[in-house]
């Protein structure tokens, strides 16, 4: 656990996706600075992102073809107008929803005016830009690689690449160097649109960094099969010549479905990847912490050991374990990259050599509230077993809102919080917050649907759920001076403020 972690702080999980501005999905922009503006005025120093790559089928973060680009979506298309790269007439948008987000509607209206705007700048209409451009081009090895595979699926109609041409999907050199030459404009177009996030992620985080707010990102410990990170390296895979998988990855039923939940994604061939250092995992790593301050890794308990599905399994219960990498894998990127600040997602079916490796790395683990109630004073996600290194959390991306949960879960999970807590209930989701930043836990995060009492209605991700998921919006009066004192209260309570914090001040400065 490295020195950024072990103060005691607070912070928010929210996704970019889900912040407000007028393009009808969040974005890097106006509505992202006030937030961590807001932040700041809470005394909360620590942001949780899910991960930021371009989203994949059912618009999940988690399912992306290319776990090193930026999700171009997120782009704010006023800051490229004021780069000189739109019109004004290009701002003008249909009246999207506020409150959640029309993906459907929002890509074809941003994919548009991004396509536009990098056509602009590839013709030169900002000189400076365009140095700048080049450099990143230059720097980026993953991005013209990345820029190609989505290129080349485009012009194939979105077929998968092991559904391709065999000398493509093999990436035979004479075949790849014809058909990118077919697609050459468009492949440019990419490069252009990850520009613009790089570009826009990194002034909004020195932002951040400005206001004392550290970013924690998420990296998942698979990759999508159909993704330029399997296309690239299917080496690395447990793969036939063909590009199929044998087995696939999942989970053994959790708290989260009694059948498993059947991922798919492709295994890595952790033989081959120890033969060479594990390079492909130093690199993936690199690239986040380009990008964030701390990386929760999830599934931790996956690089202990992890589940193994037959490829034509109807669901995960005909799964087995398997050992994963362990400790080898750690050493070398601690070896390659220095200290590493993580989190590990510790949850599921954890056993002791998932912890022995938890422990033995000094990495904090998750403790989830509303995991905690209607079992035994044991359970170690109940606030007097936790630990200091740790991450206490009422609740994640997956689960419910807390109202949502306390709305349908079972009389005895209620008594058991009313008699723990000694509440009435009456106010039970910030009961549940006061409980979480009371935690002796260094981290203590909560999602914004919670700071805001939401139901249901907002949960962010059912797991095991293709549709419907990630599409929750936060309208920018929910930023207000009374939720920031009440926030800040907490974090000065139990020692969660910052150095220095102005939050103390905030009743006084804002009225």
């Known amino acids: 656990m490295s020195a950024t972690q072990t103060t005691r702080a607070a912070g928010i999980l929210l996704h970019p996706t889900s912040l407000p ?58 800051a490229l107008r004021d780069d000189g790269l739109l019109d004004q007439d290009a701002m003008k948008a249909p009246a999207f929803a506020l409150d959640t987000v029309d993906f459907e509607a929002v890509t074809a209206f941003k994919e548009a005016r991004l396509t536009a705007a990098a056509d602009a700048l590839l013709a030169g209409k900002n000189p400076r830009l365009k140095v700048e451009l080049e450099t990143f081009r230059h720097e980026a090895r ?56 790089e570009k826009q992620w990194k002034a909004l985080r020195a932002h951040a960094a400005q206001r004392g707010i550290k970013i924690i990102g998420d990296v998942p410990i698979y990759v999508d099969r159909d993704s330029v990170d399997v296309w690239a390296h299917r080496d690395q895979f447990q793969l036939d010549a063909a590009g199929h998988p044998n087995a696939v990855a999942g989970v053994p039923p959790d708290f989260f479905s009694k059948l498993g939940q059947l991922w798919g994604n492709p295994l890595y061939d952790w033989g081959k990847m120890r033969a060479d250092k594990h390079r492909w995992w130093v690199e993936r790593l690199s690239r986040a912490l380009e990008q964030v301050d701390l990386v929760r890794l999830d599934h931790f308990r996956g690089f202990s050991a992890y589940w193994e599905v037959p490829a034509d399994a109807p669901d995960a219960r005909s799964g087995r374990w398997v050992p994963g990498p362990g400790r080898a894998l750690f050493e070398d990127l601690r070896a390659a990259l220095g200290d590493l600040p993580l989190i590990a997602e510790d949850l599921g079916v954890i056993d002791d050599d998932v912890e022995a490796l938890r422990d033995g790395l000094s990495l904090p683990g998750m403790r989830i509230l509303q995991f905690a109630f209607g079992e035994t004073a044991a359970h170690p996600f109940l606030p007097h077993n936790h630990t200091a290194r740790s991450v206490a959390y009422t609740a994640t991306h997956d689960n419910d809102t807390t109202l949502g949960w306390w709305q349908t879960t079972t009389d005895r999970v209620r008594d058991h919080v009313r008699r723990y807590l000694a509440v009435s209930g009456h106010d039970i989701v910030w009961d549940l917050i006061r409980a979480t930043f009371s935690s002796v836990s260094d981290l203590a995060v909560v999602p914004l649907q919670d700071v805001l009492c939401l139901d249901g209605r907002s949960r962010m991700n059912t797991p095991g759920l293709a549709e419907g998921n990630w599409g929750w919006r936060v309208r920018v009066q929910a930023f207000n001076v009374p939720l920031a004192q009440r926030l800040s209260e907490l974090a000065r309570l139990y020692g969660r403020l910052p150095p220095q914090s102005g939050a103390a001040s905030v009743s006084a400065t804002k009225g």
């Open 21 to 78: 501005s007028q393009h009808g999905i969040g974005d890097l922009g106006e509505g992202a600075r006030r937030f961590i503006d807001w932040l700041s005025e809470c005394g909360v120093s620590r942001w949780q992102v899910l991960p930021l790559v371009p989203a994949g089928p059912g618009n999940s973060p988690y399912a992306t073809p290319s776990a090193f680009a930026g999700h171009p979506l997120l782009v704010d298309l006023l």
């Open 142 to 197: 993953w991005a013209t690689d990345t820029a190609t595979f989505l290129a080349l699926r485009e012009a194939r109609n979105g077929l998968p690449w092991w559904d391709w041409e065999p000398a493509l999907r093999d990436r035979d050199p004479q075949a790849m160097a014809s058909a990118s030459a077919a697609v050459q404009h468009r492949v440019a177009q990419h490069v252009c649109r990850f520009f613009f996030f």
